[in-house]
């Protein structure tokens, strides 16, 4: 099956400083990307969708100054925590598909732990 | 997308089949119904998709009912790594198309 690679998989940093998290697409180009955001023992939150060459979308809720989204091409999205706080702790998951009624291919996830 | 719902937990013995229900009772015609797993602290793995024709693959089968409102996930031959929580999604289709989770059936494979 399609491959979508996170990284990093895990991350500590101190309050305030920015950090970033990239999905590529390894073996497929990937019209469309979503980043999601877990808590413990809680499902999966969609935080935003993002299209290559376009702004991304957010959903209600998150703020988009908060949570950077870059996807300048086919097989790379990125997401930049900016100013991360203890409360932006947490599990990031971003998928991938080809089209858009493609089923969707998901990172491993990373684990960001702000102290 | 078309609201799910799914118990919120089941159990199974090991070597035995696990037979997953999934509610969707607002499902529309075009829709979709795909089932993902996600064991603790990974990304979510794609099990199968169905559209109104039961499935079936190298790791489950999917009964999907002739009107469309529920399905059923079948694992036939449970293992301890099957372990894991199961979503059913029904999500729109077309450009605007996006998988929201919901909470799952937390499947424990004892043995």
């Known amino acids: 099956g399609a491959v979508v690679s996170q990284h990093p998989s895990r991350v500590i940093c101190k309050s305030g400083t920015s950090v970033k998290i990239e999905c590529r697409s390894l073996?497929?180009?990937?019209?469309?990307m979503f980043w999601y955001r877990q808590f413990p023992k809680k499902s999966l939150m969609l935080m935003a969708t993002?299209?290559?060459?376009?702004?991304?979308?957010?959903e209600q809720g998150v703020e988009k100054d908060k949570f950077l989204i870059n996807h300048a091409s086919l097989t790379l999205s990125t997401l930049t925590v900016t100013s991360a706080h203890p409360e932006d702790s947490s599990f990031y998951i971003c998928?991938?598909?080809?089209?858009?009624?493609?089923?969707?291919?998901f990172g491993s996830g990373t684990q960001l732990s702000v102290l | 997308d078309a609201k799910t719902t799914q118990p919120p937990s089941m159990d199974c013995a090991e070597g035995r089949a696990a037979n997953l229900p999934c509610n969707h009772s607002?499902?529309?015609?075009?829709?979709?119904v795909y089932w993902y797993r996600q064991i603790h602290s990974q990304g979510p793995q794609y099990i199968i998709h169905?559209?109104?024709n039961n499935e079936t693959n190298e790791m489950a089968s999917l009964i999907i009912t002739e009107d469309r409102k529920s399905s059923t996930l079948i694992l036939p031959h449970a293992t301890l790594r099957d372990t894991a929580v199961y979503y059913c999604?029904?999500?729109?289709?077309?450009?605007?198309?996006?998988?929201?989770f919901g909470t799952g059936t937390r499947l424990q494979v004892t043995l």
């Open positions: 999604i029904a999500p729109r289709t077309g450009t605007a198309s996006k998988l929201t």
């Open positions: 998928s991938a598909r080809r089209g858009s009624n493609e089923k969707l291919f």
């Open positions: 073996d497929f180009q990937a019209t469309t």
């Open positions: 169905g559209l109104k």
């Open positions: 607002t499902i529309s015609g075009n829709e979709y």
């Open positions: 993002s299209n290559e060459g376009s702004k991304a979308t957010y």
